[in-house]
């Protein structure tokens, strides 16, 4: 059972940025793949979020500066990247398909009252807005798009891969 810790192998960690860094987010492998949200000082579980069957597992997680919110990855055909609030693990606030390329690593955004967050993976970059409930596909210029491993957030809304 994976009603109290991961029963299966674990993809993906983040940590939250602000206070204490006090939060841990970390996703699994499986048909459908949890997600637990720990206490980074006590160990204690202090939430449990599932992906949708056939999600085969969190390829990326990243947790919200201040806690509030956790975006996953998963590794269906489409690559859903799904928004849970991290006090409410029944329902997502928001989904979307990421594509048909592996995302390899998420970001949220540290700019103060903003909740968005970026993805990065195989020939691709995108932005996932909670604000305006969309997805934006990064603008490379007219080159050809080119793979990127991992990305990071700062406080300015900006993205760097």
């Not at 940025?17 to 996703?27: D, H, Q």
């Not at 947790?63 to 991290?86: E, L, M, Q, R, W």
């Not at 596909?137 to 990071?152: D, N």
Request: charged residues 20%; glycine residues 10%.
């Amino acid at each position: 059972s994976d009603a109290n810790h991961h029963n299966n192998d674990i993809m993906c960690m983040d940590v939250n940025s602000s206070g204490g860094r006090n939060l841990a987010v970390t996703g699994q492998v499986g048909k459908s793949p949890s997600i637990f949200i720990w206490d980074t000082a006590t160990g204690e579980k202090i939430n449990r979020f599932k992906l949708q069957k056939n999600a085969r597992a969190v390829a990326a997680v990243c947790i919200s500066p201040k806690g509030d919110y956790i975006a996953t990855a998963d590794k269906h055909n489409d690559h859903n990247v799904t928004i849970f609030k991290t006090s409410d693990p029944s329902t997502f606030v928001f989904q979307g398909k990421g594509g048909p390329d592996e995302i390899f690593d998420m970001a949220f955004s540290k700019k103060d009252g903003d909740i968005s967050c970026w993805s990065a993976g195989v020939k691709h970059l995108a932005w996932w807005s909670l604000a305006n409930m969309e997805k934006k596909k990064g603008i490379f210029g007219g080159k050809e798009p080119t793979s990127f491993a991992c990305c990071v957030a700062d406080d300015q809304g900006n993205c760097y891969t």
